[in-house]
């Protein structure tokens, strides 16, 4: 039965003062140290103000006297729970400047650790999605898949969080023996797990009571904030730089199956088994950003193992690294490839000498969070965690 | 670049310059027509820019005065706009020249207007320019430091910046 409430009753009793309440820097749900402060009326939020630097560590200042090769340890400490796809942006940065071109397996080797490095940058976007919605064991089952996958990275390259793999001129070493068959057997146990994180949240009715219609982000919003990666194809704008972006990124997945995860004339790709899209998910809002980005675990799946394919049978070797103190030649290059989180950029400028004049990080979760302010207003302050969640952000990224 | 030889005929001498045999080719656009020629690169649907992609600022300036005998560049900082398009799939560089201080002043930021109002992209990115690089957006909604402290002073990614000795008690090397 449902309860008859008088709105001027309602209104009279629980009138507030506006209150600034002051969001983190050290909160749970606001992975990592951002710092919002919310203008509140009640419950209802009139306007939030992100505060950004917390983590400030000069990485650009940094890549102005150090040797590209020597700045690869500084971008896995940007977005560094995906740091094999902050090496590869700065490597092909890099290698652009330098025309430097890769042999066929060096290409498919770079496949196979961005796309697992995806994996794992999405797993954990799920679990702490989770956590920020208030269920917990989600963030377990993501962490126990997201550790195998640190352990097939600590196979390749002895680290297990800031890899320093990819570098410019192609990788520090090949796959060890026997390192495929581990991956193929992860790939195997990974893939009817998936289905349980969709039971367990995706499919879950609190989840999308949480999520459904909450943070509506437009795709004209999207475009005109810069939000890339699955925050702009959760709002339904078709749009991947591994099918969109400068050729010298794209012909690393020429010849591959896969099929930009977005909503195309009310569908997503069908080429697995998903979950359907429920009746109140409105394109754009947090359960789509979500459903994206778990839809793109499984694409992942598919393109490792078509990269682990080729890589058996390509040529050449796996990519020798330009010497460290390799001279530059006398230039500005700028590229942007399709890091889990959105498009991640490096801007270089070289004077001629091994040490560049300038560097810059375009960052994706910074102008993914720049979005925020449009999308808390008017929300009540418990789906504040669910917006700011549904971004994805990584503060090391952000403030690099 | 086709592209290029229609905005010059369009703008003429807001037009500075242009560099097509470089690996990223770019344009330099005058400071006072940056905004009208930023406008129509976004709202023409044959150019259709309608992303910003990233706003940077290079300082040309060599602090050693040894080394500064060799180089080829007068002193001045440069602004960077990388543009690109979701549907036409394409990409442009547009550049600004400025003078590293209004007036030559030093302390006095050199000025651009804001493209904020255009790209709201621009608004956080012009913040860190502002905050790192020093440059002064006019009509920027909220131009305040955004990776640095509030009462931060210099601009840490000018090449004659001096780190300082301390800050609120912190040794600063």
């Known amino acids: 039965m449902a309860t008859q409430v008088d709105d001027k009753i309602v209104e009279f009793d629980v009138r507030t003062d506006e209150m600034l309440v002051n969001m983190g820097p050290q909160h749970p749900s606001t992975h990592g140290v951002l710092r919002l402060v919310l203008r509140t009326d009640g419950e209802i939020v009139s306007e939030v103000t992100p505060h950004i630097g917390y983590l400030h560590r000069c990485a650009e200042k940094i890549g102005e006297n150090v040797t590209p090769r020597q700045w690869i340890p500084y971008t896995d400490r940007m977005d560094y729970l995906a740091a094999m796809n902050m090496n590869l942006g700065w490597a092909m940065c890099v290698e652009k400047l330098l025309d430097h071109q890769l042999s066929e397996k060096a290409k498919h080797l770079r496949v196979i650790i961005s796309e697992l490095g995806r994996i794992a940058s999405h797993l954990v976007g799920m679990g702490t999605y989770g956590l920020d919605l208030g269920t917990f064991s989600p963030f377990l089952y993501a962490f126990r898949e997201r550790e195998k996958i640190l352990d097939l990275f600590e196979d390749v390259c002895g680290a297990r969080l800031t890899y320093s793999y990819i570098t410019p001129g192609g990788c520090t070493a090949d796959l060890p023996d026997g390192w495929l068959e581990n991956c193929e057997q992860f790939l195997q146990q990974l893939e009817p797990v998936i289905s349980e994180y969709h039971t367990l949240l995706t499919t879950n009715a609190i989840f999308i009571k949480r999520t459904c219609g909450i943070g509506l982000l437009t795709p004209e919003m999207a475009l005109d904030y810069g939000c890339t990666g699955p925050v702009l194809r959760g709002s339904g704008v078709d749009y991947d730089l591994r099918r969109d972006g400068e050729e010298r990124y794209t012909e690393m997945y020429d010849g591959y199956a896969f099929e930009v995860i977005v909503q195309k004339d009310g569908n997503y790709p069908r080429d697995h088994d998903y979950p359907s899209v429920p009746v109140d998910a409105v394109l754009g809002d947090c359960w789509h950003r979500f459903y994206v980005r778990m839809l793109e675990v499984m694409q992942a799946i598919d393109l490792v193992r078509q990269a682990m394919d080729r890589y058996r049978s390509a040529e050449g070797d796996w990519g020798i690294p330009i010497k460290l103190t390799q001279k530059l030649p006398k230039g500005e290059v700028y590229l942007e490839t399709e890091a889990p989180k959105g498009q991640m950029g490096f801007y270089l400028v070289s004077d001629g000498s091994p040490i560049p004049w300038r560097v810059r990080a375009r960052s994706s979760s910074f102008s993914n969070l720049s979005v925020t302010h449009e999308l808390c207003r008017g929300i009540p302050i418990a789906d504040v965690p669910a917006v700011v969640g549904s971004l994805d952000v990584v503060m090391g990224e952000i403030d690099r | ?173």
């Open chain 2, 1 to 173: 670049m086709s592209l290029v030889a229609d905005l010059k005929k369009k703008f003429g001498d807001k037009i500075l310059a242009e560099k097509l045999d470089v690996i990223d080719p770019w344009i330099e656009v005058s400071v006072e027509g940056l905004c009208e020629v930023a406008t129509y690169l976004k709202d023409e649907p044959s150019l259709a820019f309608d992303m910003l992609n990233c706003i940077t600022a290079v300082d040309y300036c060599e602090p050693d005065p040894k080394k500064a005998k060799k180089v080829d560049w007068e002193p001045h900082l440069e602004v960077v706009y990388h543009l690109s398009s979701t549907t036409r799939k394409h990409t442009l560089v547009l550049k600004l020249m400025l003078p590293r201080w209004k007036n030559d002043q030093e302390g006095e930021l050199p000025e651009v207007s804001t493209v904020s109002g255009i790209w709201s992209t621009a608004d956080w990115h012009e913040r860190e320019v502002y905050d790192l690089s020093g440059v002064h957006f006019v009509g920027h909604p909220n131009l305040r430091r955004i990776l640095c402290p509030e009462d931060w002073v210099g601009y840490p990614l000018r090449k004659d910046y001096e780190m300082p000795l301390d800050y609120h008690g912190i040794r600063g090397r």
